[in-house]
């Protein structure tokens, strides 16, 4: 693979269209607008990240997620075009500006009730009342079901022409669209264990097309998996770097974590001299809040830099295909030991407590809930129940579709689509619940 040929400005679905000057900002800067001034972008401020959505206390959801991996993908791509100027692309120096985009996209096909609701989809088909649906998918369309994933449903949204919109979907630029694809492949060919995939069935003509262009390239000892378009690893590295540090400093907000515990695991990404500064600042800081936030940016700001460092290191390997593990994988030293002691406090501490497996169990229940209800409405629409189900979905989503693939995947349109407060508010009304509320 090659720069040149890697980073382009043609859109999808607007292939022979060539106006590049229509104003200041360049095509990344567009795709970067169209997506933020966009709705699914904006149903994202009522989707989960990882604690329930605030009450008196605010905390991160998908869409303030989002907007700070897009701040630090920037820099990341920034750093990289700096050490890269001489690669021979004219685009090369919009690095920072694709990887920005790519990661305010990254989140878009997540389900609501953040990572919960994926499995609860997945284990829809595989183990609950849509398994009768196996018999009637070939074994790629109903891979895609059982493994459901944010990243392929992501990719389907962008590219994806719903009725009544154009071709191309939100018609982004190629490279754009690539950044976002951490897994290359459809899901016959993925991680059985990992459940990782990049683009369901219905879009593989989308990412082979994209592929083509830009020149990225198969692997060799598998033809049917694609190498990662570069700055996947810029997007992916983002992302590690805000959810983990982000997530331990508002577990310090919900006291799940103590003001000394936070402290200290910010504190061990430094050697001695960079936290004596740190802690001489420190002193300098009454508020709490604002002591775990300036070591919160100092860590990010040196795992921005080490990311940054590892992947120009790789750029060979990179551009190869050969090189393996995301950026984070590859820290070394003190900032990768560091690193690996605030997952296990996450995973330990965080994402097992009682807040998130709460909100967790009723997004299970809702989302299970909704999926058995849609999926018999649009397999039966003569029902007179069935009516009255498809009145509630909006028209842009292919619920006559002529294929039963087709049509759960028009259910998956409107389900992942959903925000939290949406699905609850739609769960309590079907059953009954809040009927006082109709």
Not at 103 to 131: R, V
Not at 167 to 186: R, W
Not at 213 to 226: E, H, M
Request: with cysteine; glycine share 6%; hydrophobic share 35%.
């Amino acid at each position: 693979m090659n720069w040149n040929q890697l980073l382009s400005p043609v859109r999808l679905g607007m292939e022979n269209y060539h106006d590049h000057n229509r104003d200041n900002r360049n095509e990344f800067q567009r795709d970067y607008d169209r997506l933020i001034f966009s709705a699914p972008f904006r149903r994202l401020q009522n989707k989960t990240q990882v604690f329930p959505l605030p009450g008196s206390i605010f905390v991160h959801n998908r869409l303030t997620h989002s907007l700070e991996v897009a701040s630090v993908g920037r820099s990341l791509g920034m750093n990289v075009s700096r050490s890269l100027s001489s690669a021979g692309s004219e685009y090369i120096d919009q690095i920072g500006f694709i990887v920005s985009a790519a990661c305010l996209a990254h989140d878009l096909g997540n389900p609501p009730f953040g990572h919960s609701g994926e499995e609860a989809i997945a284990t829809f088909f595989s183990e609950g009342k849509g398994q009768f649906l196996k018999d009637k998918m070939s074994e790629v369309e109903w891979n895609d079901c059982i493994h459901f994933e944010g990243n392929a449903n992501a990719f389907r949204l962008l590219t994806h022409q719903f009725n009544g919109r154009r071709p191309g979907g939100f018609v982004l630029t190629y490279s754009t669209l690539a950044s976002i694809v951490k897994y290359p492949y459809s899901s016959v060919y993925g991680d059985k264990k990992k459940q990782k995939f990049g683009f369901f069935e219905s879009e593989r003509n989308n990412f082979e097309k994209i592929s083509g262009q830009l020149g990225i390239t198969r692997k060799s000892d598998n033809p049917n998996r694609f190498n990662r378009y570069p700055l996947v690893y810029l997007v992916e590295a983002a992302d590690d770097i805000c959810y983990q540090i982000m997530d331990i400093e508002d577990a310090h907000k919900l006291k799940i974590l103590t003001t000394d515990e936070t402290r200290e695991l910010f504190l061990e990404y430094f050697d001695n001299e960079k936290r004596k500064k740190r802690i001489e600042t420190l002193k300098m800081v009454s508020d709490v809040n604002e002591q775990i936030a300036y070591l919160r940016s100092s860590v990010i700001g040196q795992l921005i830099d080490e990311c940054s460092e590892i992947f120009i290191e790789n750029e060979k390997d990179i551009l190869a295909g050969i090189f393996e593990g995301s950026l984070i994988k590859h820290m070394s030293g003190q900032t990768g030991i560091a690193y690996n002691h605030c997952s296990e406090v996450a995973k330990d501490k965080i994402y097992r407590s009682q807040e998130v497996l709460d909100i967790e169990l009723a997004g299970y229940k809702i989302i299970l809930t909704l999926m058995d209800l849609f999926v018999n409405a649009v397999l039966q629409p003569e029902k007179a129940y069935s009516k009255q189900l498809l009145y509630r979905i909006p028209q842009q989503y292919d619920i006559n579709n002529p294929t039963t693939y087709g049509k759960v995947l028009a259910v998956l349109d409107y389900i992942s689509g959903m925000t939290d407060v949406y699905a609850l508010d739609l769960y309590k009304k079907i059953t009954g619940i809040n009927i006082n509320s109709i």
